[in-house]
């Protein structure tokens, strides 16, 4: 048995999906960090078994760090993956380093494609044997001299930073786990930067920042000053994509749809997906489930009515020609919501034992895509309920510790599915006026109206961070506001009394040496 496609899937199978590549021709990628050093044992080992080697491109996310990760003082795996925010589970195994590198090659595309316009898997791999920039270092050099007073100031937290040029026109807005980390990479000769990026530190004459409790608030801080200040150069962030959400209207006989907007119009909205290939996967689940009606508008059941193409083929069992009750239908669609949100029998259940079998028959592009529809939900499921909550039934406490060694968090509140409430406070302090605001904002009367563009990408980025970063922050469903003063006293008591914050524990990576002897 030909046993080496699975090992290189294993590895990495195309997951360049930001990319435009032809699909099609199975272009295949070896991805490694240090590839050359992996690759000549994958490649040794297939010899071993007389089977031909294989020839495929091959791409080095260590490579492509040092022309990337300006300032990045070490490039092995961990120290990457901390640097790009990446979490790794089960270290030093291979499915747990595998997935790190995956999720590195998709920071690094990112970046590539935003400050070196690497559009294409050609781009990708020629970028990585790229030589280092050396042309702009005299202006980069000038420029860094005119704002070293004010680099030095820069704070070791997290914020959001503000380019500006000689008449004080806002040139770039960034964010940072670190300002001072973050900032003086822009004016670091060595590793190579992007013509974009070059053009801009040449005109850039005033630094400003504003520092955030936590790398959350930094996020949602620079979201709303791009799309308030418009900058020259912030070309991505300017560009909105909204997020997909799975609607189930309010009718007598309800429809799942997906939709890109919160409407106020009693329906309930399940969300955000940030992919919205796999969005429309799910809604298909869910409906094909439970024999839902995908005809469009309001039903009136009548007896004398032809039901349609899906009552034939069993696609649906008629509601329309009285051949199903409205209480029927309406167990249906509450099999539906508990279906949607229940691990351990719903969507997640039925995509995971799909993804087993795909996985058994090698087809591990099919199993990649399929475990992205898990992650898809548990996205939007992070809020620890044990019941399907909608986007506007979402009423919940985030607690996420600040990077001063969690004698500080920061608290953010979500009333009906909108951002209402954002603050730092001691873990110490008085909880008294924290607790009389949060009783305020879940007291009063939840807000009304379709979500803006902001309240959406608010929405977005929060439960992106939080699935990203569920293991440092503490979320409490707020169901009874009587009990809120214990569950926050039980919530920050126990960060009071963490001495030694997860974030601050040295990566077992940093202990390992560069590999600069494989040709990196």
């Known amino acids: ?28 990628v070896f991805v490694g960090h240090n590839v050359g050093f992996d690759w000549s044992f994958v490649s040794k080992a297939i010899e071993r078994m007389d089977e031909p080697v294989p020839d495929v491109l091959r791409l080095c996310t260590c490579r492509l760090s040092r022309r990337l990760s300006v300032g990045l003082p070490k490039h092995n795996l961990g120290a990457v993956a901390d640097f790009y925010g990446c979490s790794i589970a089960a270290r030093h195994r ?60 820069l704070p070791d937290e997290p914020g959001v930073y503000y380019f500006l040029n000689t008449k004080k026109t806002v040139l770039y807005v960034g964010k940072a786990k670190s300002l001072r980390n973050r900032v003086n990479t822009y004016f670091h000769d060595g590793p190579l930067h992007g013509k974009s990026v070059q053009k801009m530190v040449r005109y850039i004459r005033h ?6 409790g936590t790398e959350l ?38 429809r799942v749809e997906l939709v890109q907007s919160i409407d106020d119009d009693g329906a309930e909205y399940f969300g955000p997906f940030r992919n919205r290939r796999m969005a429309e996967r799910i809604s298909e689940m869910v409906i094909r489930e439970h024999n839902l009606r995908t005809c469009s508008g309001e039903l009136f059941p009548d007896a004398d009515v032809r039901p349609c193409f899906d009552y034939h083929i069993k696609k649906c069992f008629g509601p329309c020609a009285l051949h199903q009750t409205i209480d029927d239908y309406r167990d249906s669609v509450e099999r539906a919501r508990r279906f ?53 039934d979402t009423n919940v406490v985030i607690i996420v510790p600040t990077s001063d060694r969690y004698s500080t968090v920061e608290i953010y509140a979500l009333r009906a599915g909108r951002l209402a409430y954002q603050r730092v406070i001691g873990t110490g302090a008085d909880r008294r006026p924290l607790v009389d605001s ?83």
């Not at 000053?225 to 962030?237: D, F, M, Q, S, Y």
Request: glycine share 4%.
């Open 340 to 392: 949607l949100m229940n691990v351990e029998s719903g969507a997640i259940a039925k995509l995971a034992s799909q993804m087993e079998d795909a996985a058994s028959t090698l087809d591990y592009e099919r199993a990649a895509m399929l475990r992205d529809g898990i992650r898809e939900i548990e996205r939007v499921t992070l809020h620890g309920s044990d019941k399907p909550l909608a986007v506007t």
């Open 94 to 153: 291979a499915m747990g380093d595998t997935e790190a590198t995956a999720k590195v090659l998709l920071k690094l595309i990112e970046r590539a494609r935003g400050e070196h316009d690497a559009l294409t898997l050609g781009d990708l791999i020629a970028l990585q044997h790229a030589p280092k920039s050396t042309t702009s270092a005299k202006s980069t050099s000038k420029v860094k001299q005119l704002l070293a007073p004010r680099l030095n100031e």
């Open 217 to 254: 608030g930094a996020m949602l801080l620079e979201s709303r000053e791009i799309k308030t200040k418009h900058p020259l150069h912030n070309r991505a962030g300017l560009e909105y994509h909204p997020p997909a959400f799975l609607k189930i209207t309010d009718e007598a006989f309800p």
């Open 438 to 520: 949060l009783r305020t904002v879940f007291l009063n009367d939840a807000p009304q109206g379709a979500f803006s563009d902001r309240e959406l990408d608010e929405l977005r980025i929060i439960t992106s961070w939080l699935f990203q970063r569920r293991e440092r922050a503490s979320t409490i469903v707020v169901r009874d506001v009587d009990s809120l003063a214990a569950d926050l006293d039980h919530a920050l008591g126990m960060y009071r009394k963490r001495s030694e914050p997860a974030a601050t524990i040295v990566s077992e990576y940093s202990q390992i040496p560069d590999h600069d002897d494989y040709g990196v």
């Open 1 to 28: 048995m030909r046993w080496w496609p699975q090992l290189l899937m294993r590895m990495l199978y195309c997951p360049l999906s930001s990319l435009s590549y032809r699909r099609n021709d199975k272009v295949v």
């Open 207 to 212: 630094i400003e920042w504003e520092t955030t």
